[in-house]
């Protein structure tokens, strides 16, 4: 029987992070990737594919530097493990059993148990290139588009699926449901999901925030529409979901290793399992909350990404490297605005029962205002805990450095930084690319909470 | 005679920031910033006046806000201070008293001992706007300009001056002359110096490195010529200084404060001068390396603006705060490349015997690289101490982002961190804006240096 050094279930962020570490850090292991599909999409970029990209081909992972670095991959369904005599066998009773074995199996999309969720044209977000292609087409076809979930997947899709609607002769209307009073609540500042409704709005999508969906409706086995709580219906021929995902432990289920439903696989914070030869990475493993330790829902490419960094390099470490709990870092552009996001909001830590002073500041995003590319209100929001002015949230609206702007705050988290610390930093500036270095928004959010504190 | 609780004299980064400091912090003192210009320029966007904006006007720092705060403004000369009656003279001899004085008098730029420095039509780059519109009278008529100095102003000034040049029907020459072997080779690395002069010479720009000014040559009081070292002469009708500055002390020393023409105004850690009652800050005050507590000679508007915020808080705190030393923290925008850095050069580490790990990293800052606005070849490379794994030093080149990605850097060395712990660190990531979470720039590079380490 075939025998590798190191095998690995999954092949989206976890997996290809977990196989390049190891293959970085212990060349001569010899390491096997094993996915359920032929091409690895973008997970990120999945909504891309409708409105920018226009093609599910060009939102593909490329192979060529895992092979380069002589990672094998294997395209195939696993259909068991044993962990006794440590073998994967396939669905085409091949098999090939392993020294290490990594479990990067993913999420599957929630699909909520209502009526009608089985009907023709009702898509979930799955990352599978040919699911994704079923979409592409629909949605060229489409009269009436109506997405369910408003965070950042379902977000991401209504605006790219209006671009596209938008660019179409005669595009269908575009409808996002939402139950809670805004999109983008959970991760992001109120007045920030209202800036990104706004552009929602102008790019022609209608909004139902605080709507929750009651039924899918059919004929002849189609949807037809979407019928809300409040007795309103809205016509639908393509119904997207959007409404987040649960960890896929179907493997780990089979294998009898602990694993729940919504927590995912059991692993310590070295990403082991209780099997010394089995770790978890990603959107399949069990999380803790950076902040307070507890398990964690956080499913993120970038908390994957870490983790495949960690577990890869645990698998044969004499020193292993620990997680620090999945912080949630954000990243999302609608419209003209880029959002970003670590950590708490006001209304996340409230609920905590969390006492925080916030440092809020609007300022251009170049200096003098006049120059080309200037985004006038640029704003960043960030909340310190009272109690010792440790930055526990931080929230940015912006231009094309939003992102990075939010890693500032980001690995000012994870650093158990303080509003006095930042504030009397030095940051670079320059006229063309941020604000002043009077204006530049982290040290003056830092210090207008500083001089609360 | 007038009185004013704190009197600041100087009114660019430093002085307005040690303003709005003090009224933020304490709202019910009388403060007056007192200038010598009657606007004040932007300082980092002077070399945008000439090929971007196209008026001196449109780069000035409003004073609305200052005012909005209640801060008065003095567009005067102080000819000198009388520290034992504490007065600020005037000189159309009025005068006013103070009971904190901050003198933020900024920097003067270097006239560098050579014959010609006199003639007509050599400029500095002096933070004057009647100044300012001088030079951009003279550029509007030239034929053949030479910027003397490649650092930041010098490149940035040629750059401009080369597009202003573009555009105009017989726009002059342009050339730029440097001592070093590559522009800019004190604050980047060399590779990416390499690049900001490949995009100089796109826009037009003829580079003379490794070149030594010997004199200016000229003819009825006007320059003609710029003649190196090496015996070639460039013809020049304008030639720009662009070679650094010297903190101003001309008022510390009539003060008979503790100043060092080259090291600036003496003060400690708080902002202190020997006067219980004068701090200083800004380029015209004495600093110390972030790193090795030394004196140091960067002046840099990132610098005075947090010297400022200290100097402002300090002035009736019961705590002071202090500043941990300046970092060389930049970023600037050549072409199409922006280029951002924090700290240490592999060749600034070497020249200081200190033993480097590196992490050099090349991925797109889009991902998929398909998507719009993707910088195929967007490069990180960070410098860790060999010794303790700490970051040191951080280069960018790259898009829009580039400045804030250099300050996730600059914070990560101001914090100290290691590679370990960037490497494990959980960033935003998001296809329109950064690289995947596989290929963060910031992560993958403290990877690759924590793999060697």
Redesign the interface.
Known sequence: MKKRDVVIIGGS?AG??TA??VK??YPDKQVTMIRNVSKTP?P??IP?IYG??KAVE????PDDKLLAMGIEIIADHVERVERSDKTVHFSNEESLSYDKLVLATGSKPVVPPIPGVELDNVFTVAKDPFFLQRIFTALQQARQVVVIGGGFIGVEMAEQIAALQNEMKQGASVALVEMLPHCLLLACEEEFCIEAEKELQQDGVTLYTNSRVEKLEGAEGRVTGVKLADGRTLAADVVILGIGALPNIDLAEQMELEADPRLGIKVDDQMRTADPDIYSAGDCASKFSFFDKQPSCIR???????EG??AGSNLYADKP?R??G??G?????IGAR?I???GYTTRSAAAEGIEVVIGDTTAPNR??G????CIADMRVKMLFRKQDGVLIGGHVIG??????????I???I??H?TA???????????????A???T?H??VAA??AA?KL
């Open positions: 962020a290809m992070m390049t570490t970085r850090r973008v990120c970029g891309y920018t990209l060009k939102n593909i992972i993120l490419a970038s908390v994957a990404a870490t960094l960690i490297r997680t620090i999945a912080l870092a954000f990243a999302t552009q880029a970003g996001a670590a200096h003098p006049g120059l080309p590319g231009g094309e450095a939003t992102a990075d702007m939010a890693n500032v980001a690995v000012a994870q650093k930084m006095e610390e930042l504030a009397t930093m030095q940051y670079a500036t320059h006229p063309l690319l941020t002043s270095p009077l530049y982290i040290m210090e207008l001089a």
